[in-house]
């Protein structure tokens, strides 16, 4: 059979087109597809491919995108980067922050202490009082009065008369004024000198004299003081230990009394009233001694 045409494409692709020559026998295999179903596999396999091709392109661009990120991640967070060889150009920067040392070097004080010894020494003196008694001698001077009686007798012839005269002469008495108490009778205590003294000073002011007009005797008052340093009480004795003022029960800084005496006694006396009773002691020497509050 030459010259046979078996078939012709309908244009599709592939054409399968069959031709048989030279008394050789030409079998023509039809296959049975039809040219929509062959269409969709085409359209389905371009549709494959363009996925392929976009899921290929996108899993790059994130992959890129990750190693950027890595990057910049790692420049934010670490003060030293080591540099990245990437297809992309990137700056590496890189920040130093300056460290700062601080040395605290302990200072030591050192105190000493030196302690401070004080002695105390406590002197006592004993004096003796010394009484001197003055006598004044006090003159009395008694006159009695002379009576003159003249008479005179007269003789007349008639009459005798006789006169009595009487003169009578009267003395007056003359007072004596005394001399008044000396302060300086008294013995007066010193302070010892100590630090701090036990026996402070005596000391008497405001001494006053007064006469009596009608009997001439002299009555003289004068102060008597002594003084505590502060934190300190005083404490007075009379006649080296014949006790003292009532003062001395409020244990004061500062204790004054009063002393008097009279010229016709000559003796300094303390006089104090207590709940309506008077108390009187003569005094014949005054001594002062300073402790340091108790109970106060």
Same mark, same amino acid.
């Given at each position: 059979?030459? @010259?046979?045409?078996?078939?012709?494409?309908? @244009?599709?692709?592939? %054409?399968?087109?069959?031709?048989?020559?030279?008394?050789?026998?030409?079998?023509?295999?039809?296959?049975?597809?039809?040219?929509?179903?062959? *269409?969709?596999?085409?359209?389905?396999?371009?549709?494959?491919?363009?996925?392929?091709?976009?899921?290929?392109?996108?899993?790059?661009?994130?992959?890129?995108?990750?190693?950027?990120?890595?990057?910049?991640?790692?420049?934010?967070?670490?003060?030293? /980067?080591?540099?990245?060889?990437? +297809?992309?150009?990137?700056?590496?920067?890189?920040?130093?922050?300056? !460290?700062?040392?601080?040395?605290?070097?302990?200072?030591?004080?050192?105190?000493?202490?030196?302690?401070?010894?004080? /002695? +105390?020494? *406590? !002197? !006592?003196?004993?004096?003796?009082?010394?009484?001197? &008694?003055?006598?004044?001698?006090?003159?009395?001077?008694?006159?009695?009065?002379?009576?003159?009686? &003249?008479?005179?007798?007269?003789?007349?012839?008639?009459?005798? +008369? /006789?006169?009595?005269?009487?003169?009578?002469?009267?003395?007056? #008495?003359? /007072?004596?004024?005394? &001399?008044?108490?000396?302060?300086?009778?008294?013995?007066?205590?010193? @302070? %010892?000198?100590?630090?701090?003294?036990?026996?402070?000073? $005596? %000391?008497?002011?405001?001494? $006053?004299?007064?006469? %009596?007009?009608?009997?001439?005797?002299?009555?003289?008052?004068?102060? $008597? +003081?002594? *003084?505590?340093?502060?934190?300190?009480?005083?404490?007075?004795?009379?006649?080296?230990?014949?006790?003292?003022?009532?003062?001395?029960?409020?244990?004061?800084?500062?204790?004054?009394?009063?002393?008097?005496?009279?010229?016709? #006694?000559?003796?300094?006396?303390?006089?104090?009233?207590?709940?309506?009773? &008077?108390?009187?002691?003569?005094?014949?020497?005054?001594?002062?001694?300073?402790?340091?509050?108790?109970?106060?």
């Amino acid at each position: 059979m030459d @010259g046979v045409t078996l078939g012709v494409g309908n @244009g599709g692709d592939p %054409d399968l087109d069959v031709t048989s020559s030279n008394n050789r026998t030409c079998s023509r295999v039809i296959i049975a597809t039809s040219s929509e179903k062959l *269409s969709t596999i085409f359209r389905f396999q371009f549709v494959l491919k363009c996925v392929m091709k976009w899921f290929s392109t996108l899993l790059y661009i994130l992959l890129i995108a990750s190693r950027i990120h890595i990057i910049y991640s790692c420049i934010a967070t670490s003060p030293t /980067t080591e540099p990245t060889t990437t +297809t992309t150009t990137t700056e590496l920067t890189t920040t130093t922050e300056p !460290t700062t040392t601080t040395t605290t070097t302990p200072t030591t004080t050192t105190t000493t202490t030196t302690p401070t010894t004080t /002695t +105390t020494t *406590s !002197t !006592t003196t004993t004096t003796t009082p010394t009484t001197t &008694t003055t006598t004044t001698p006090t003159t009395t001077t008694t006159t009695t009065p002379t009576t003159t009686t &003249t008479t005179t007798p007269t003789t007349t012839t008639t009459t005798t +008369t /006789t006169t009595t005269t009487t003169t009578t002469t009267t003395t007056p #008495t003359t /007072t004596t004024t005394q &001399t008044p108490c000396n302060p300086d009778a008294i013995n007066y205590g010193m @302070g %010892d000198g100590g630090t701090p003294e036990v026996a402070v000073d $005596v %000391d008497y002011t405001n001494v $006053v004299s007064t006469t %009596d007009t009608t009997t001439g005797v002299v009555t003289t008052t004068m102060t $008597v +003081t002594c *003084s505590a340093i502060n934190g300190y009480n005083v404490y007075m004795i009379f006649n080296n230990g014949q006790g003292g003022p009532a003062d001395n029960q409020n244990m004061p800084q500062t204790i004054s009394i009063s002393l008097s005496c009279t010229s016709d #006694t000559m003796v300094w006396n303390y006089i104090v009233t207590i709940n309506g009773v &008077t108390y009187t002691r003569a005094v014949t020497a005054v001594d002062c001694q300073q402790a340091m509050n108790a109970g106060k």
